[in-house]
Structures are given as structure tokens and as C-alpha cells.
């Protein structure tokens, strides 16, 4: 997006320059316009350098691969078909991704107004039908009722004015439309790849706390089966009524953890609930035939830092949010100069007084017209139109560190995901082990136990040694793969499910036009969106005087 390169700044503050992405139409009535589309005051907007390192942390990893990707269907490397059907409905029935729809279209039909912005302008339009009845006057001052008493009477008129854009102020507000309609698209796509990275994370989250219901109960029966040793053994005198107690209490307490991880399951379904568009009811039909926790693949492929300008939603919206707002700055700036207009009025009347009739009405001897120019300029004005320049130009300050921020914030989101899986990879590594020589040590122990060669706090000891060395398995292999959710999702993949479809379901989409007049916003039922734009680049921007959009 960067314009006006090798030009004087002077030079551009003063006329503005002809922006290479302001193609003129061929259209006759906007060749007339030609000549007042050359100049413009305000800043030319440049997208800032952005901090950015050359390489991920974690490149030399070996199962990190940097290979430029697009993640259109990241989720699908977890290989789970439940994961993959609860994001298509997610995609079509999420209330909050329908709301971001509508709000491109607003912003599309926001855009329609400033294009029209840049047309004369209709200042009146009126038109009256009047039937008159005059008093009688006496012969002396109406001889032979010279003057009808009584007679119709029609007036039509309208007034245009036109004013000039030689500032730039009206395109530099199409300018600044444009590219708000392009963030609001920007900010869908954010949406859409937060809602699938929301999905995958409680879908995850779900599989892991199902797995720590049925460790708990598997421990429950374990337990159940040391306190049923220990009571006979109490029984046979073998033992005090200590090792009954001692075993009720660790049974107790992992039983207890049976419903708190239930609650924990079920909030979780809550939250997948809304994220589906879904009420209140079991989605057990949709999460039956669990798999476990979804496995993720043993590599990931993250490309280069440089990749996230292209493809993350809210860096793009980042940056169109700052060319919006430079353009708001040219818009102050041009309040500063003389506001020149072409003003004109046309209008026409008859009457059927004294024999006359309505039909000249549209005939020269009725129709007059006045026509000429007029120009206005805040001289003064205390300095409010300088700092309203001023502020416009803070605001726009502010959005160029927004944006080298937002590009911050996403690198960190990456690395921490990535350092989320493969750590906790090695993690589960370990942990394995520890289970595995946690349950022998249980084994090891009750038999010790029965033998009366081992007390039994050493098989309490070995019971939630093995209770939570599995329960730390299971939450780190949850962990590992919404670590690789976070991963994918500040790579900012997802979002091109969207390309060649609406923005809101057709049912909305119904709704609205039979309501309002959308034309050609909102496609007719059954017809393929027009094309939207991908990825940021000048192609996106249309020229800042096109032909009005009724």
C-alpha cells in the first residue's frame, strides 16, 4: 500500500498526488471529474515496518518444519471426524461469526454512501398544486373581472449544488470507506479463526476431561479393592482398623473427584453449546464414538515470522484500520482551504388565471433557472479545524503502533504454542514412564501388603502415586494438542473456508431483503457471492471516484 514514493513531501501535502490506484472510470459523465480527482492534502499512507524476527525460536527443532502453508483445514491434522463435522456447524450456525457478516455489510453500505459523497449533491426538490380563491373586488379596481377569483396554480422547482472536490476530501473519504470495508472483512475472518480455534480448544478440552472421569473411576475400583484387603485383614486380626480407615479416606477423596471433573465436562459443553448456535440440550449425539483425545500429527510446519503479514486477520485489519485512518487526516486537513461550489436552481409555474391553462407548465415562457458558483472558507475558526488535524494525526499515530503491535503480539502467540507442544511432548514422554512405574509399584505393593511383609501406607502411598501420575498423562496430552491449537491459530489459518460464500447464511440473507432494498449487496437467492478480497495488497483498494451504487 505504500504511495506517493520520490514525491516532495510539500508537493504532496499541497496538491496530494495522483494515486496510481485511483483509476479513473471511462464512463463519460465521470470524465468530467477527471481534473478535480489530480489533487488532494493528507499523508499518503505507508504500511510501517513491522518488528519482525527472521526465524521462529524453535526452527532447528527437526519435527519443525518452516515450509510456507495456508491452514485452510488445520484442525483436519488431528484426524478426528467429530473435530472436523463440530466446525462446519460451528461455521454455519455461530451467532457472534453472523453478526461480524452483518457488520460487513454495513461497512460495504457505508462505502456506497461515501462514493455518492463525491456526486452533486440534491439540496431541494418541491413541487405544489395550489386552488386559489380571491376575495370579490368592486368593477372600479377589477373592470370586467379582469382577474379571475379563482384559478389553479403548479410550481415545480429544485436546487443542486455541487461541491468541488480539489482537496481530496470527499475521496479521501471513499479512501478511508474502502479500506474500513476491507478491516470489517479483516475482522470476520479474525472472528471466523478465533471461533475454530475456540471449537478445537473445548473439543479438546472435553476428550482430556472424559479421559479424567474414567481414570478416577478406574481408581475408584482399584481402591474399592486395597479397602476390601485391608477390612479383612482387619477381620483376621492380621491388622488395626487403622489401614480400614486409611484406605476410606484416599478412596473418598479420589471419588470426590468424579463430579468435580464432571462439572468441569459439562461447563465445557456449555461453552461448546454457544460456540455451535446451539441451546441448551445434549450434544452427546455429536461427541459419541469418542476416539480419546485427539492425537496431534508428530510434525508441524510454521513458515517464517514474515508469512503472519499475509495471512493473520487482525494484522491485516491492523494495517487497513491505519489507511482508513489516514485518510480521515486528509479529510481534516482539506477543511483548512476554500470549499468552492456549483450551485444551480431550476424551477417552473402556471396557473389558469384569466383563461390560462396548466400546459405550459414545461415550456420556456414558464421554466426559469439561476446558476453560478460560490465558495466558502473557515477563516475563522479559533484553530479547531488545525486540531482536529492535530487529533486525526494522534489517532493515526496510535493505529501505526497498534499494528506493529498486533504483529508483536501474534509472533509471541506462535512461539508459545509451539513451545507449548513441543515441550509438552517431551513431557508426555516422561510422564509415560512414570505411570507405567507407578501401576507396578501398586502391584509390587498390595502383594507385599497381603503377605504382611509391607504396612499399608506404603500401598496408600503407591495408590495416589499411580492416581495422579495418570491424571498428569492425560492433562499433558490434552496440553500438548491445544498447544498445537494455539500454534495453528496464531498462524492465523481457517479463515479461507469463507472464500465463494456469503457472509451471513442464507436464511439471514432472506431476512434482510425482505426488509430492505439491499441491490446488489446481498446476492439473489441461490447466486454465488461476488468476489471478495483475500489477501491485502493494492488490488484490493477500488478507485476513489466510480459510479455511484444505487
Known amino acids: 500500500m505504500n504511495q506517493d514514493r520520490g514525491m516532495s513531501r510539500p508537493l504532496r501535502r499541497l496538491c496530494g498526488a495522483s494515486r496510481g490506484r485511483r483509476r479513473m472510470t471511462r464512463l463519460p459523465a465521470l470524465a468530467l471529474l477527471a481534473p478535480l480527482a489530480a489533487c488532494s492534502v493528507g499523508p499518503s499512507f505507508e504500511t510501517p515496518d513491522a518488528p519482525l524476527g527472521l526465524k521462529w525460536r524453535e526452527a532447528s527443532n527437526p519435527t519443525v518444519k518452516t515450509k510456507r502453508e495456508d491452514y485452510r483445514n488445520w484442525w483436519t491434522a488431528f484426524r478426528d471426524p467429530t473435530l472436523n463435522r463440530l466446525v462446519e456447524i460451528a461455521y454455519d450456525q455461530n451467532l457472534s461469526l453472523m453478526e461480524a457478516g452483518t457488520r460487513v455489510l454495513k461497512a460495504r453500505a457505508i462505502l456506497g454512501e461515501a462514493i455518492g459523497e463525491v456526486y452533486p449533491q440534491s439540496q431541494q426538490l418541491n413541487g405544489a398544486a395550489d386552488y386559489l380563491k380571491l376575495p370579490r373586488t368592486d368593477a372600479s379596481t377589477n373592470p370586467g373581472n379582469a382577474i379571475s377569483n379563482n384559478f389553479w396554480r403548479v410550481n415545480l422547482g429544485g436546487q443542486v449544488a455541487w461541491e468541488l472536490d480539489l482537496w481530496g476530501k470527499f475521496r479521501h473519504g471513499v479512501e478511508s470507506a474502502d479500506a474500513a470495508y476491507l478491516a470489517s472483512i479483516a475482522t470476520y475472518d479474525d472472528v471466523l479463526v478465533t471461533l475454530i480455534g475456540d471449537v478445537a480448544n473445548d473439543y ?122 489516514a485518510a480521515q487526516v486528509g479529510m481534516a486537513e482539506a477543511d483548512l482551504y476554500p470549499a468552492f461550489t456549483l450551485s444551480g436552481a431550476l424551477g417552473t409555474v402556471a396557473s389558469t388565471t384569466n383563461g390560462a391553462s396548466l400546459k405550459p407548465l414545461f415550456t420556456q415562457p414558464s421554466i426559469g433557472f439561476a446558476f453560478g458558483p460560490s465558495f466558502s472558507w473557515p477563516i475563522l475558526n479559533y484553530g479547531q479545524i488545525t486540531n482536529n488535524v492535530r487529533a486525526q494525526d494522534a489517532e493515526l499515530q496510535a493505529q501505526l503502533i497498534n499494528y506493529k503491535n498486533t504483529v508483536l503480539k501474534a509472533q509471541r502467540e506462535v512461539e508459545d504454542g509451539l513451545s507449548g507442544f513441543l515441550q509438552g511432548r517431551q513431557q508426555v514422554a516422561y510422564l509415560k514412564q512414570s505411570v507405567t512405574a507407578a501401576n507396578n509399584a501398586l502391584t509390587v505393593a498390595l502383594s507385599q501388603y497381603q503377605l504382611g511383609t509391607r504396612d499399608f501406607t506404603t500401598v496408600l502411598t503407591a495408590e495416589q502415586n499411580l492416581y495422579q501420575a495418570q ?80
Open 471 to 550: 491424571n498428569n498423562l492425560v492433562s499433558a496430552q490434552g496440553n500438548v494438542s491445544l498447544s498445537l491449537t494455539t500454534a495453528y491459530r496464531a498462524l492465523g489459518g481457517g479463515w479461507q473456508i469463507r472464500w465463494g460464500r456469503d457472509f451471513v447464511p442464507e436464511a439471514v440473507s432472506q431476512e434482510m431483503r425482505a426488509r430492505t432494498n439491499w441491490g446488489e449487496l446481498l446476492p439473489p437467492a441461490g447466486q454465488k457471492p461476488p468476489a471478495t478480497p483475500g489477501l491485502p495488497g493494492p488490488s484490493d483498494i477500488g478507485p476513489t471516484v466510480r459510479p455511484p451504487q444505487w
Open 204 to 325: 479438546v478440552s472435553i476428550r482430556t476431561l472424559q479421559a479424567q472421569v474414567a481414570i478416577a473411576q478406574a481408581n475408584v475400583v482399584k481402591q474399592k479393592e486395597a479397602l476390601q484387603i485391608a477390612q479383612a485383614r482387619f477381620k483376621g486380626g492380621a491388622t488395626s482398623e487403622l489401614d480400614v480407615f486409611q484406605a476410606q479416606n484416599v478412596l473418598a477423596q479420589t471419588q470426590a473427584a468424579v463430579p468435580q471433573y464432571t462439572a468441569q465436562l459439562q461447563q465445557r459443553e456449555n461453552a461448546l453449546r454457544v460456540l455451535l448456535g446451539q441451546p441448551p440440550e445434549t450434544i452427546d449425539n455429536l461427541l459419541n464414538g469418542s476416539r480419546g483425545i485427539p492425537a496431534p500429527p508428530p510434525n508441524v510446519a510454521v513458515g517464517v515470522p514474515a508469512d503472519l503479514l499475509r495471512r493473520r486477520p487482525d494484522v491485516r485489519a491492523a494495517e487497513l484500520a491505519a489507511a482508513a485512518q
